[in-house]
């Protein structure tokens, strides 16, 4: 592969973009690598590659396919029919990211709906049903052990709308409430419905959604921050095109740095296939493709200081990636 120089401009960096570093210059390209064995390895798979039972069985439930040891996971769904039951995470707040389709999100604290391209924030512990609004659905769940806050930097005008009470859902419903927990999950049966909500007395419903394509880019520094946990371990930016040089080759030794292609038309290095996640495990040297990309793209990148490995379900569609284009790498041992 050409290179673009023979001197590399390199920076090795703490805490992601709000930390300090150090760079220095090397007469070779030090993202590349020959071959790679053991799961400390980037790759990347098209969530919609994924083996999803969803898609046939109502009962099913979103396959997780990256999971580390805080709690930190994320799943993918393709939801084609109504949940039968109602279901609450008790360990983690959920992001629902919409990549296809339309969703009703349906909950204790009121409904909305999701459509391309939307984060839908639903926080721990509340319960809610997920429906398809016609056809078919595909979308990734990022569950974090944090309370996750939209948390703006720089500060912008949000478009975040939150969910609303409308048509009181019928009360006195038997109904099957799942609660999810970190060994499983655990069937009530409730003589009423958990979702039959009258109203809101006061504060503002903590369900809630902004579109990528509200979130603004910016040319001069690091890529817009939009939802964060405590302590910074799990953070969300936009990493749409944008008119700026190429990112300096880059040790991120703090944070996993997952990015999520949402749509085209441009390639963006290697990536042009809508719903293909990369993923630069911490302390693996990468350089990565340019951001200016003239047709433009549409793409954000959660930043984990959970170390994530991929499940068996993830491996099954994962391929090893070359860390300078983010394209597939020529061996792709160890996935496959």
Not at 197 to 223: E, I
Not at 297 to 312: G, I, N, P
Request: glycine share 10%; with cysteine; hydrophobic share 35%.
């Amino acid at each position: 592969m050409a290179k673009e120089s023979t001197e590399y401009r390199e920076h090795w960096g703490r805490e992601g973009f709000a930390g300090t570093g150090v760079n220095v210059t090397r007469t070779h390209h030090s993202p590349d690598y020959i071959s790679v064995t053991g799961p400390h390895a980037p790759h990347r798979l098209n969530v919609g590659a994924v083996a999803l039972p969803e898609r046939d069985d109502a009962e099913a439930l979103p396959v997780a396919f990256h999971a580390g040891r805080t709690g930190v996971q994320l799943s993918v769904s393709g939801r084609a029919h109504a949940m039968p039951f109602v279901l609450s995470n008790v360990e983690a707040d959920e992001v629902h990211f919409v990549q296809e389709g339309e969703l009703e999100f349906r909950t204790a604290y009121g409904t909305l709906t999701g459509t391309p391209g939307d984060f839908v924030v639903i926080p721990r512990g509340i319960p809610y049903r997920v429906r398809p609004m016609a056809g078919s659905s595909l979308s990734v769940i990022v569950e974090t052990p944090g309370a996750l806050r939209f948390d703006p930097s720089p500060t912008f005008g949000s478009g975040l709308r939150r969910a609303v009470i409308g048509e009181d859902e019928a009360r006195d419903v038997e109904t099957v409430l799942l609660l999810k927990s970190f060994d499983g999950v655990t069937r009530y049966v409730k003589p009423t419905n958990p979702l039959a909500t009258q109203a809101l007395l006061d504060g503002p419903s903590p369900v809630w959604k902004l579109n990528l394509r509200d979130v603004p880019t910016d040319d001069n520094g690091p890529p817009v921050q939009f939802i964060a946990s405590p302590g910074r371990d799990e953070l969300f930016y936009n990493l749409s095109a944008r008119h700026r040089r190429r990112p300096p080759i880059h040790n991120n030794v703090d944070y996993d740095e997952l990015i999520f292609y949402f749509e085209g038309p441009g390639a963006w290095g290697g990536v042009d296939e809508p719903g293909m996640l990369t993923c630069v495990p911490k302390g693996v040297i990468h350089h990565g493709p340019s951001e200016d990309v003239p047709e433009g793209y549409y793409a954000w990148m959660l930043e984990s200081r959970c170390t994530l490995r991929l499940t068996d379900a993830g491996a099954a569609a994962a391929e090893l990636m070359e860390t300078d284009l983010y394209g597939p790498h020529a061996t792709t041992e160890g996935f496959r």
